[in-house]
């Protein structure tokens, strides 16, 4: 069994970052989508830009009222 020690870094003092020097997100992508991209209506295709700390999934399309996703 590994023993974690308690300061919460990595063997190297890094603190889940690759060789580049950049953290992972979530599903080994980038960290997070951030403020650029759009959201996208699936239902009617209608496309607004990404609103920062808003995700596209909390807003609906104000054409057709559908739950918008992320493009």
């Known amino acids: 069994m590994k023993r ?4 919460g870094m990595g063997k ?3 603190q ?4 580049d020097g950049q953290g992972r997100g979530r599903m080994g992508g980038p960290l997070a989508g ?5 959201c996208l209506c699936p239902k009617c295709g209608r496309r607004e830009p990404h609103e920062r700390g808003v ?3 909390q807003k609906q399309c104000p054409k057709c009222g559908t739950a918008m ?3």
């Open 16 to 19: 889940g970052q690759n060789r």
């Open 34 to 38: 951030g403020a650029v991209g759009t």
């Open 4 to 7: 974690r020690n308690s300061t």
């Open 55 to 57: 995700p596209c999934v």
């Open 12 to 14: 190297r003092g890094g």
């Open 69 to 71: 996703t992320r493009e």
